[in-house]
Each structure stands twice: as structure tokens, then as C-alpha cells.
Nanobody, 122 residues
Framework: QVQVVESGGGLVQAGDSLRLSCVAS????????MGWFRQAPGKEREFVAA????????YYTDSVKGRFSIARDNAKNTVYLQMNSLKREDTAVYYC???????????????WGQGTHVTVSS
């Protein structure tokens, strides 16, 4: 069982940066791939970024490539999402998730946090 808790959301202006954090409980954190998803109002949840269990592989949806960066610190049971050059369309609830293999589909993750709100104003 893994519990994940996100933090770091807030209200920012377009062009600003924000770093989201996700702390996971359990000694098995290092064996899970971790992903970030987001859900904007009235839209379906979508994949944002993922990182392999050892941080060696990262994946991004096209709309955030070059602006967002995912990283993990297994010693701290934490995964980060650094978001730069934020745009209004990045406004969403951001969810952290843990999965045995990870991937770009929400069904590939077993444990989810409650989400953290990110609002980008113009």
C-alpha cells in the first residue's frame, strides 16, 4: 500500500514557475514508477509526466515538453514536478500517482493523491 500526498499548488501568473511535490509513504516507494496527471474543469484527466523507479527515464506530454521537468528523490520518498513558463491552459488539479510500471494511462497507476490546485492567470 502506498499513500501519496501532493503539495505546492497555488495561484500564479502566466510565465511564472511553480514546483509541485508529492510525498509517498512506504518503504516500497523506490520500486514504483511515479506520474503526474492533471484535470482541468470540464475536461478528462490527462497525463502530464512520468518518471521510472530509478529516475533514469522520464516522459512528458507534448504540451509541457521543454517547460515541465519531473524528478524524484528516493531517499526522501518524493517526486517533484517543476513547472516553468506556465500558461493559462495549465490551470488544473494536479494529481500524483504511483504504479508498478507506470505509463501514460491513468489505468496504469494504482495509488493516487487527492490533488493540488494550480491556477494560472493571465
Amino acid at each position: 500500500q502506498v499513500q501519496v500526498v501532493e503539495s505546492g499548488g497555488g495561484l500564479v501568473q502566466a510565465g511564472d514557475s511553480l514546483r509541485l511535490s508529492c510525498v509517498a509513504s512506504g518503504r516500497t516507494f523506490r520500486s514504483y514508477a511515479m506520474g503526474w496527471f492533471r484535470q482541468a474543469p470540464g475536461k478528462e484527466r490527462e497525463f502530464v509526466a512520468a518518471v521510472s523507479w530509478n529516475g533514469g527515464n522520464t516522459y512528458y506530454t507534448d504540451s509541457v515538453k521543454g517547460r515541465f521537468s519531473i524528478a524524484r528523490d528516493n531517499a526522501k520518498n518524493t517526486v517533484y514536478l517543476q513547472m516553468n513558463s506556465l500558461k493559462r491552459e495549465d490551470t488544473a488539479v494536479y494529481y500524483c500517482a504511483a504504479g508498478e510500471y507506470g505509463g501514460t494511462l491513468s489505468t496504469q497507476y494504482d495509488y493516487w493523491g487527492q490533488g493540488t490546485h494550480v491556477t494560472v492567470s493571465s
